[in-house]
C-alpha cells in the first residue's frame, strides 16, 4: 500500500469503527430517555467538559512549598543545599569544590558570576559529544521546580542547556530559585500557558509558544529490574545536586 | 535458568490456550515466586504514593474523560497531531498493521544505511515482533533498557509490560551478563550488575546514529511525543542518535499539553510508585543543535480502529500501560505474565490481545479471570475490565456456538440440556430428584464430593463439591413452612 493510501485506510476505518457506534448509541440514548438523564448522558457522543475537579492550585506558603520540594528531593536521594541570593556564587562554589570533580560543561547562557573559578568550564555552544562525555559535571539553571513530586523541569533554554550536555556527565547541579517553585504538577502547566500567552492569541498561536523540549527530573536516573531493589545511577547522571535560592 | 530457557511463545496466533500454558509456570516454584516478590514490592509502594493524592478518584475521572474524548474524535486529533509535527520537522507515517509498520521501519533503517539500531523499550515494538524481523534483515537491534537486556541476552521473552524481567532473579541476570559479556568474576549484587549493564551500553550510546522508541503520549496541539523512563537509556536515545523513529499505537494522543498534567500525575504512581518517573522527556519535531536532525513517527492501527467499533470495548483504548491490573490480579500473581501467550499479560492483555487479533486468536484469554474487579479498582483511567471480560466471553461463545463442534461437545449438549430444564418447573424438580439419587453414591459422610467420574472429574480435579442437600428448599417450604405460614394466617393478615 502506499503511504496515503495507508493513512486514508486508516483514517477510514476509524472513522466506520465510530459511525457504527453512533447508530449504537442513538439506540441507546433511545432507551436511557425512557430511564434516567444521567444514563442519557453516559451516551452522549462528546464529553465536551473534561471533569477537572483535580487539586489544581497548591495551598502551601512559599516556606511551606520549598520545604516540601527539598524534602521529596532529597527522598530521590538527591543532595539538596539552600543559600541567599548573593551567597549563590559561593553555594556554586563549594558544591563544585565539594565534588572532587574538576571539568564542568555549562550552558552558553549561564550567568557568568556562576562560573566559579579554580575549574575547567567547556562552554557549550556546539560542543562534540566526545567532549561532553569527557566532562566530570555540568551545572544549569531550570525553568520550574514542582514541590509535591520534588520534580524539576528543563525547557532546555540558554541557561538550561542542550539535552545532552544534562545527560552526559555524572554529576548534575541544578540551580533553582524559590519563585521557581510552584506546589502542584498543574501549576507548573500553567506557567508554561502564561509565559507562552501575551494578549488575545487563537489557540494555535498559543500552540506555538508552548515549549518545544520538557524534560522532568525527578531524582537521579534509576533502576528497579533487578528484584525491584533499587539502584540509583544508570545512564543518566549517578548524582544530582541542587542548590534553591531564597530570593 | 529454566524460567528464562523454557521458552514461552508470545505470538497469540501459536501460543496455546491459557489453561495449557499456566501449567508449566504454576509447577515452576522459583518463577512464581521471583513474580510474586517482585508485585508485592511494586503494590507496596504504589499503594502508599496513591494514598496520599488526596484528589486520585478525581484524576481518574478526569484522565477517563479525556481519553474518552480523544477516541470519540481520534481522526481529527490524529490529523492535527500530523499536521502539528511535521511542521516542526517531524515525518509521520500510517501503518495500517504490523506488517506495514516492520516495513516501514525497515525502510527508514535502510534509507539511513544502519546495520545496527538502539532501541528504547516499546511494547509497540514486541507487538508487532520488530526485532527479529530486523534480525533477517540483518540489521541489529540493542535493547538498552536494563530489563529488556536481560532479556535479550537470556534469550528470554518479556512477562510484564512495566517491568519485563521481574521473573527473573538476581543469580539468572549475573548468569546471564557474565555469559554474554564475558565477565569472569561478576557478583549478583544488583548494583554490580546494573554497572555492567552501563559499561555494556555506553559505547553503543556513543556510537549506533539510529534509535527506535515507543510513546507514552501524542500530544495532538503541539505535535510533541512523551516517553517516560527510569534510566536515562531513553534520554540517550533520544538525544544522542542522529535519526530517530517513534512507534506508537494510535490511541496514544491526548489532545491537550496540559492534558499531561493528568497523565504524568497518575503513570508513574500507578506504574512503579513512585510520584514521578526519574525521566519524563517531551520532544516536538526536530530541534536544530539539540537532538536528532532526522525524526519519524510510524502510527499504528494493527486491529486498534476496530476496537473502538463498540462503546463498552473502546473503553480498552484507554490503557496507558501502568501495569496496574497485572500488579494486581490474582491470576497474574500465580501464572505471571507468559502464560498469556502475548507480549500484553495481566488483565489487560486479556481484554486487549484477542480484540487485537480480531478474537481470531487468543479466544481462552477473557476466561483467564475470576472477575474479582481488582484490576476496574486500581485501573487509573478506569476501564471496566470485567465488563468487558463479560462481553468478550459471550463473543467468545457465540463465536463457538457457529462452529461444527457444537453438537458434539459435551458443554455446550450440557449447556442445552440445562436450558430445557430449568424452563419447565416440572423437570427441574425432577432434575434434582435425580441428580440426588445418583450423587448419593459419591457423596462421603462428610458431606462433600471429592472425586466425580468422566466429564464431572473436570470439577473435583482441583476442587471439592459439595453433596446435595436431603432435601431442596421447596419439598422443605412443602413440609414446614407453607403449613406454619397457613397456620399463623391471621398474624400474616395482621402484619400487612
Known sequence: MSASASRESVLKRIRASLAGSSAARARFAESARRNSAAELRAGTEVLLEIPRDYARKGEMTLAERCARFVERLREYDAEVVECAPDGLAAAIAAQLKASGRRTFVAPSGLPAEWLASGFEWMIDGNLEVRDVERADGVVTACFCGVAESGTIVLHHGPAEGRRVISLLPDWHLCVVRAGQVVETLP????????????????????????PRLVTWIAGPSATADIEM??????????FLNVILVQD | MSAVSDHPILDPALAPPFPVAALPVLRNVQLRKNVAHAIDVIQAKRARLVAEKTDWQELRTAAAAIKDETLANLPAYLE???????????????????????????????????????????????????????????????????????LQLGQGEPSHIVVPALHVNRSQVREIFARAMGIKDLSDDPKALTA??????????????????????????????????????????????????????????VPRFADLEVMLQMLARSATGERMSPYTSLWTGVTPGDGPERFHVVLLDNGRSS?????????????????????????????????????????????????????????????????????????????????????LRAKVTDQERRTAGKFTDPMYLGLRVANLIFSRAWMFHCAQRMARIGLRVFTRRDGWIHALPSVGAKWTQTRDLRGLPKQTF???????????????????????
Not at chain 2, 196 to 225: C, D, H, M, Q, W
Not at chain 2, 474 to 494: A, F, L, P
Open chain 1, 229 to 238: 531493589t533499587r539502584i540509583k545511577g544508570v545512564h543518566g547522571p549517578r
Open chain 2, 196 to 253: 555492567a549493564a552501563r559499561n555494556y551500553l555506553r559505547k553503543k550510546f556513543l556510537t549506533v546514529p539510529t534509535a527506535i522508541s515507543g510513546a507514552n503520549f501524542l500530544v495532538a496541539e503541539t505535535g510533541g511525543v512523551a516517553v517516560v523512563e527510569s534510566e536515562g537509556n531513553g534520554r540517550m536515545c533520544l538525544t544522542l542518535p542522529r535519526t530517530m523513529i517513534t512507534l506508537a499505537g494510535i490511541e496514544k494522543i
Open chain 2, 474 to 496: 421447596h419439598e422443605w417450604w412443602e413440609k414446614t413452612g407453607n403449613k406454619r405460614t397457613r397456620e399463623s394466617g391471621i398474624e400474616e393478615v395482621e402484619a400487612r
Open chain 2, 307 to 391: 476496537i473502538l467499533a463498540n462503546k463498552t470495548e473502546r473503553q480498552t483504548l484507554r490503557c496507558i500501560r501502568c501495569a496496574a491490573c497485572m500488579n494486581t490480579c490474582p491470576v497474574y500473581r500465580q501464572t505471571g505474565g507468559h502464560a498469556y501467550g502475548s507480549v500484553y499479560p495481566g488483565p489487560i492483555g486479556a481484554i486487549l490481545t484477542p480484540q487485537l487479533q480480531e478474537l481470531k486468536h487468543a479466544q481462552s484469554l477473557p476466561f483467564a479471570s475470576s472477575l474479582c474487579g481488582a484490576c476496574y479498582e486500581v485501573c487509573p483511567v478506569k476501564i471496566n475490565i470485567p465488563e468487558i471480560l463479560i462481553d
Open chain 2, 80 to 150: 492535527q497531531f500530523e499536521e502539528r509535527c511535521t511542521t516542526a520537522g517531524g515525518q509521520v507515517h500510517w501503518a495500517a498493521d504490523a506488517a506495514e509498520a516492520r516495513r516501514i521501519v525497515l525502510e527508514i533503517l535502510r534509507e539511513e544505511k544502519a546495520d545496527e539500531v538502539i532501541k528504547i523499550k516499546t511494547m509497540t515494538s514486541a507487538e508487532i515482533q520488530l526485532n527479529p524481523f530486523l534480525e533477517d534483515a540483518g540489521i541489529r537491534a540493542h535493547e538498552t533498557d536494563l530489563a529488556e537486556i536481560i
Open chain 1, 187 to 210: 501549576e507548573y502547566f500553567d506557567r508554561c500557558q502564561m509565559s507562552g500567552i501575551r494578549g488575545q492569541k487563537n489557540r494555535e498561536q498559543q500552540a506555538d509558544e508552548l
